[in-house]
């Protein structure tokens, strides 16, 4: 069960996207409208050129960023990491750890296919992820 593939996990697979010319304050808004913690920059093909999330709004409203004149392409988080859809949960939620991010988009042949969260992922699966941390620590 530890072993799902994440293809298993997407609820949504069909994530929110937006083309890197649009506003911060569009992107807030269909992350509150989709009840999102993030938004995918996409071109007309699909193809990820970035992420935008909640803490990266948080951020630019303490720099005082102007949302309606700020574009994504501006302040999206580039080229994130990714995972295809065949990974498994454990492999998602080590790169989340590791990364310290809290969504993994999947892509396929370069093309978004969905998207998982920290908060996708079974009790189980957080067990063993902090099981497993906690054996690194003991081997330092």
Same mark, same amino acid.
């Given at each position: 069960m530890q072993n799902?593939? !994440?293809? $298993? !996990?997407? @609820?949504?697979? $069909?994530?929110v996207t937006l083309p890197p010319d649009a506003t911060v304050q569009e +992107?807030?808004?269909?992350?509150? @409208?989709? #009840?999102? &913690?993030?938004?995918l920059v996409t $071109?007309? %093909?699909r193809h990820l050129l970035g992420i935008f999330t909640g803490r990266d709004a948080v951020r630019l409203a303490a720099e005082c960023f102007p949302p309606a004149d700020t574009h994504l392409a501006q302040v999206m988080t580039r080229h994130p990491l990714t995972l295809p859809p065949g990974a498994t949960a454990? /492999? %998602?939620l080590r790169l989340m750890q590791d990364g310290g991010f809290r969504h993994v988009p999947l892509v396929r042949d370069g /093309?978004?296919?969905g998207i998982v969260s920290r908060w996708d992922f079974r009790a189980m699966e957080? +067990? #063993?992820?902090? /099981? /497993? @941390? &906690? !054996?690194?620590?003991?081997?330092?």
């Open positions: 799902r593939p !994440l293809s $298993d !996990l997407v @609820t949504h697979p $069909d994530p +992107a807030c808004h269909m992350m509150r @409208t989709h #009840r999102v &913690g993030c938004v $071109d007309k %093909a454990i /492999e %998602a /093309e978004v296919v957080h +067990a #063993r992820m902090n /099981e /497993e @941390t &906690g !054996l690194w620590e003991v081997m330092r």
